[in-house]
């Protein structure tokens, strides 16, 4: 069954802690992508990565690392620097970004509460 | 820079009408565009793309049609049902770059 897994569902953080939020794909896709949810602000690019071992910054990626050491995996890292980190974090992929047929699957996401 | 926006952000209407969802878009020179669906605490669903060199898609009771030129897509849903009821996205990838979304517009079908 193909698609993108995203683990944990739901997430709790103390404050100063980092935290890691999975993402895996089957799709054979070369790009993966995280984004940030926030009520009323629609989605925001964090990380994206087009192929293994290269990745680039989003709109906001302070207070976020990322790694794609695999194809499948392109797990993100919320540090102690993200002074908000409350919110809906969705991975998704894409065969690769420059092609019109390019057609962009997500996961299910995982939401991250700072306690 | 690209810039998307739907309007309305939400709507709401009776069961069995036909409705637009609409979107533009400020930079016509696009690769495709793609049209979601997200239910609340979930995951958005592709619905539909429509590559630059087409005009339109269809599946089952959704039409998208694109008009690059002025910078406008819209959504036909036909028959809404309440399992409609759900936040509709539309994105655009202009080149080697990722999508740029719009808001969304939030529908709700009222049985």
């Known amino acids: 069954d193909g698609g993108i897994t995203q683990s944990p569902k739901y997430l709790f953080r103390k404050e100063g802690q980092n935290v890691t939020l999975s993402c895996e794909q089957n799709?054979?896709?070369?790009?993966m992508y995280w984004y940030r949810q926030d009520p009323g602000q629609g989605l925001r690019l964090i990380y994206y990565s087009q192929i293994v071992n290269d990745f680039q910054k989003g709109d906001i990626a302070e207070g976020y690392s990322v790694s794609r050491e695999k194809k499948e995996s392109f797990p993100l890292t919320v540090t102690s620097a993200q002074k908000n980190p409350t919110a809906f974090y969705l991975c998704?992929?894409?065969?690769?970004?420059?092609?019109?047929?390019?057609?962009?699957?997500f996961g299910p996401g995982t939401r991250l509460t700072v306690l | 820079k690209q810039e998307v926006t739907q309007i309305p952000a939400a709507l709401s209407v009776p069961e069995g009408e036909n409705l637009v969802l609409n979107c533009s878009f400020t930079d016509s020179a696009i690769y495709n565009l793609q049209w979601f669906r997200q239910d609340p605490g979930k995951g958005l669903t592709s619905l539909l793309l429509i590559q630059s060199s087409q005009r339109e898609q269809t599946s089952g009771r959704l039409n998208a049609s694109l008009d690059k030129s002025s910078g406008r897509s819209t959504l036909y849903i036909a028959a809404s049902q309440p399992g409609d009821s759900a936040t509709y996205l539309c994105a655009v990838r202009s080149g080697n770059t990722p999508l740029v979304f719009g808001k969304g517009t939030r529908l709700s079908v009222i049985a």
């Open positions: 998704a992929s894409s065969i690769s970004s420059g092609h019109s047929y390019n057609e962009q699957f």
């Open positions: 799709l054979n896709h070369d790009a």
